[in-house]
Antibody
C-alpha cells in the first residue's frame, strides 16, 4: 500500500534552516509528481511546493519562493524540502503528498506530517 | 491566485441526517476540485476528486457535484465517523489552493 513518512521536523530559531524528508513506498515513486503542504497550528491547509517526476519542474507558493527548495531522489524514493531563512509564520505541520497522475487527484495520498516550530 | 470560499463555516447536524457543504471558486476551475476531511491529529484524507469521482475506499454516501465555480459535497446519511473538518481544494493550474474549511459537528 502507498505509504509516505515525513521526518526532519523540529525546533529552529528564526533565520535558521531545516531539511525535511519524505520516504515513499508502495508505488513507483519516479512516476509521480509530489507536493509539500503545510498546516499552521489550528489553521487550514496551505500548499507549499510541487515537483515533477524529475527535478526539472518545480513550483512554489509566493511566501516561500527564494527560501525553500523542493527536490527528490528517485533512486532513494525520497522527497525533500530544504527550508532556509525560516520565519515564525513557517511554523506548521508539513505533509508530503502524492499526485495521482493524469485524470486523478493532485494530492491523493498524504503522510502523517512532521512538525516544524520556528521560535527563539 | 484562485480563492476558494467554503460555506457554512460550521454545520451542526445529527447522525442519520443529510449534510450539504458548499465551495465557491473566485474563477472557473472546470472540474479540478477535490474534497478532503480531516479528523483531529490526523492527515487530511481524499474523498472526492474531479468534482464528482469518489476516491478509493470512500463509501457511496459521499457524493460531489458541480463545475466551473460552484461545487457541493453531499453526505447522504451522516455516520458518527463523518464529523470532522472538510476542505475543498482546486488544482486547475500549477498552484493548488484550499478553502478555509467547514467544521461538521454533532448537534
Amino acid at each position: 500500500q502507498v505509504q509516505l513518512v515525513e521526518s526532519g521536523g523540529g525546533l529552529v530559531k528564526p533565520g535558521g534552516s531545516l531539511r525535511l524528508s519524505c520516504a515513499a513506498s508502495g508505488f513507483t515513486f519516479s512516476d509521480h509528481y509530489m507536493s509539500w503542504i503545510r498546516q499552521a497550528p489550528g489553521r487550514g491547509l496551505e500548499w507549499v511546493a510541487y515537483i515533477g517526476s524529475s527535478d526539472t519542474y518545480t513550483e512554489y507558493t509566493d511566501s516561500v519562493k527564494g527560501r525553500f527548495t523542493i527536490s527528490r531522489d528517485n533512486a532513494k524514493n525520497s522527497l525533500y524540502l530544504q527550508m532556509n531563512s525560516l520565519r515564525a509564520e513557517d511554523t506548521a505541520i508539513y505533509y508530503c503528498a502524492r499526485d495521482g497522475g493524469l485524470g486523478a487527484a493532485r494530492t491523493d495520498y498524504w503522510g502523517q506530517g512532521t512538525l516544524v516550530t520556528v521560535s527563539s | 491566485e484562485i480563492v476558494l470560499t467554503q460555506s457554512p463555516g460550521t454545520l451542526s447536524l445529527s447522525p442519520g441526517e443529510r449534510a450539504t457543504l458548499s465551495c465557491r471558486a473566485s474563477q472557473s476551475v472546470s472540474i479540478y476540485l477535490a474534497w478532503f476531511h480531516q479528523k483531529p491529529g490526523q492527515a487530511p484524507r481524499l474523498l472526492i476528486y474531479g468534482a464528482s469521482s469518489r476516491a478509493t475506499g470512500i463509501p457511496d454516501r459521499f457524493s460531489g457535484s458541480g463545475s466551473g465555480t460552484d461545487f457541493t459535497l453531499t453526505i447522504s446519511r451522516l455516520e458518527p465517523e463523518d464529523f470532522a473538518v472538510y476542505y475543498c481544494q482546486q488544482y486547475s493550474g500549477s498552484q493548488i489552493t484550499f478553502g478555509q474549511g467547514t467544521r461538521l459537528e454533532i448537534k
